[in-house]
């Protein structure tokens, strides 16, 4: 039925162009669009209008069109038989069955299939997991579980939009940068993304009168998504020119969610989308729990999103003045990067045209200046210490029972304000109580009990991994060991945060899944990584874990499928560390390996920043030596670089 309609339409737009055209044409430019929609029926007064109601409804039946025919396109195709994809960590472990199951699906020859028609009635939060499944795990969907989806797309009601879990999930599914888009799209396609944020849903097939859009509102949207996708491992420019900074960003998902929300005002009635969309803006984001300092942040990007083409192609970024107020508006080096990202990815999912190398090198320069500004600027570090101060005065008054006031002051003078820019309020009361029950052990223990690290361990099924924090004294080597332990336990490390406090007290949180299943971690792994951790920090030896590591990875065989490695190694960035950055194929045990170089070249890693995307890791390690000072001996950093290829390839 939806078929037949949709195709009538297009007949009867088809003809009714010829007839005002008096000759066979398919093309309809936007002159004659307010024509045919009043000789179609569309009588609204405003050409503009008539333009926009024709379009839309043109648009809907096109997009209805093609969703049909390629879903009977793959119900009638053979599965090629040799799919060229990275291989998922199951394919790299041995045991197990063939078929594997996860939450009510099966995983059959690289699709989710439902093993049930009742999958998301008895479980309605499914229709949000499935989508994270098959990101986290690059799988697609076979038909009939989108056929499903689509069939109970309706169970999106009130109740699912306003679940805290559902809600965690999503942002998630955001945060895994470098594959945001192909899941929105899913989402899109299949009517759930519009009935899950309803201010977008009112962009579906809405025209943009602007002169550059080439798409409608929610395409322009998606594809700005793939834009910023083809940033995170991009090898050629413009786009790598960016890569290193959407590397650096630690909450990905409110950018993403930024760049989703950027035009969300155009589905408003008041002509202004930049103040509808702060309000849209500020709705979703409190709907979705962001916290006050974050929500914050994604207004900013919001009410500011075309400010810095505006500067970068309209002022003169050669005067310090244009400069000095532009970094004044940004406030900071993470408002800065979200913005230069959000600014490139908008500009080249607008048109294919939009874009050269003068726009691009204009915002590259822009980005430079007032980076420069800002961390050399008395504004900023006034307005750092001015956060810091709130915020430890926040903590003072939400602060548990047990933890005294002097717990509170010694994290805050022991810690990077990085810390504090990456770990909410919870998170640092999480980690207090952690160093609490540590230093407790060490005061009130005896023998190697003093020594034992506290670990802690929380299942995020929302977010599709576990995560365990681990606090003990900080030593040579500790990173490599506690790597070391995971992988020997058959656990795939997805991200971690590592953070040594200035009195010798390591905060380390990993988030992980058993590398065979894909799934979270579960008693017998935990009990496994407790008992190796600790006798490799009672031992007074090194500990091995290559042949645990060995015996559980199953080596890739097939050359097609390595990705190569790039390591980059700078001295420039960092005051006080050098910076060693490893991409490389992601496996079982690449983290202890990484590591294990650096420690053998007497190294420490004061900070870690670990991410798997897409089958590949990108890891960077801020490195000192155990003296305590900076890495810069050209020969050492020469042999370290040669010494992780040898290791790694």
């Known amino acids: 039925m939806q078929l037949d309609v949709g195709y009538d339409f297009l007949l009867r737009t088809r003809n009714e162009l010829h007839y005002q055209t008096t000759r066979l044409v398919d093309d309809m430019p936007k002159a004659l669009q307010p024509r045919v929609a009043w000789h179609l029926g569309y009588k609204n007064r405003s050409p503009a209008r008539r333009l926009e109601e024709l379009m839309r409804d043109l648009y809907t039946h096109l997009r209805a069109i093609h969703l049909i025919t390629r879903m009977v396109e793959r119900r009638l195709a053979l599965r090629p038989k040799n799919i060229h994809r990275l291989p998922s960590f199951r394919t790299l472990f041995g045991g197990g069955k063939k078929e594997e199951s996860i939450d009510g699906f099966k995983i059959i020859n690289g699709e989710l299939v439902p093993t049930s028609s009742r999958i998301f009635k008895d479980q309605p939060r499914r229709l949000m997991r499935v989508f994270l499944y098959a990101q986290q795990r690059g799988l697609e969907f076979h038909p009939d579980l989108t056929q499903l989806l689509r069939d109970n797309a309706p169970l999106v009601d009130d109740e699912f939009i306003h679940d805290a879990e559902n809600h965690e999930t999503f942002l998630e599914i955001l945060n895994q940068r470098g594959n945001v888009a192909p899941a929105m799209r899913a989402m899109h396609e299949i009517d759930l993304l519009g009935r899950y944020i309803p201010e977008f849903g009112r962009m579906t097939c809405l025209v943009q009168h602007e002169f550059f859009h080439a798409y409608a509102a929610d395409e322009h949207t998606l594809v700005c998504l793939e834009k910023l996708d083809q940033i995170w491992d991009a090898d050629k420019p413009p786009f790598s020119h960016y890569t290193h900074i959407l590397q650096d960003i630690d909450l990905p998902y409110l950018l993403y969610l930024a760049l989703f929300l950027h035009d969300a005002g155009k589905g408003m009635e008041s002509g202004d989308h930049v103040r509808d969309g702060m309000l849209v803006c500020q709705k979703v984001g409190a709907r979705l729990g962001l916290n006050a300092r974050r929500l914050a942040r994604l207004n900013f990007l919001v009410e500011n999103h075309l400010l810095m083409a505006e500067v970068s192609q309209r002022r003169d970024i050669d005067s310090p003045t244009v400069i000095h107020q532009f970094a004044k508006t940004v406030q900071d080096e993470e408002n800065l990067a979200m913005l230069t990202l959000l600014t490139f990815a908008d500009s080249l999912g607008t048109s294919d045209n939009l874009w050269n190398d003068f726009k691009n090198t204009l915002l590259k320069t822009l980005y430079h200046l007032a980076g420069r500004r800002l961390t050399s600027g008395k504004d900023y570090k006034k307005a750092e210490a001015e956060h810091l101060a709130k915020l430890k005065q926040e903590a003072h008054e939400q602060l548990p029972l047990k933890i005294s006031s002097e717990e509170l002051e010694a994290h805050f003078e022991h810690l990077t304000p990085r810390y504090f820019r990456t770990h909410s309020l919870k998170h640092i009361h999480i980690d207090l109580t952690q160093v609490n029950r540590f230093l407790k052990r060490v005061v009130n223990g005896t023998g190697t009990k003093v020594l ?10 929302a977010r599709g991994y576990t995560s365990v924090k681990i606090c003990t004294w900080d030593r040579p080597g500790l990173f490599t060991t506690i790597s070391g332990a995971l992988a020997a336990t058959g656990l795939n490390i997805l991200s971690a945060r590592v953070f040594s406090r200035g009195d010798g007290i390591i905060i380390d949180t990993f988030f992980v899944l058993n590398a065979r299943t894909g799934g979270l971690v579960k008693r017998p792994e935990r009990d496994t990584f407790k008992k190796l951790i600790t006798q490799a920090l009672l031992s007074d030896e090194s500990p091995e874990f ?11 065989t097939s050359a097609e499928w390595q990705l190569p490695t790039r390591i980059r190694i700078d001295t420039h960035s960092a005051k006080s560390r050098t910076i060693v950055e490893v991409e490389s194929e992601d496996r079982l045990g690449l983290l202890h390996r990484i590591s294990k170089v650096l420690t053998r ?17 990108i890891d960077t390690f801020y490195v000192r030596t155990d003296l305590g000072k900076k890495p810069t001996d050209k020969a050492l950093l ?9 290791e790694l390839n």
Do not use: M
């Not at 020469?638 to 040898?646: C, F, G, M, P, T």
């Open 546 to 556: 290559e042949s645990q590591i060995e015996t559980l990875a199953k080596p890739i």
């Open 452 to 461: 034992e690290p506290i670990i802690a361990w929380h299942n995020q099924p």
């Open 601 to 617: 070249h007497g190294l420490s890693i004061h900070v870690a920043r670990i991410s798997t995307e897409k089958g590949a890791a």
């Open 638 to 646: 020469k042999q370290i670089q040669s010494d992780l290829e040898a």
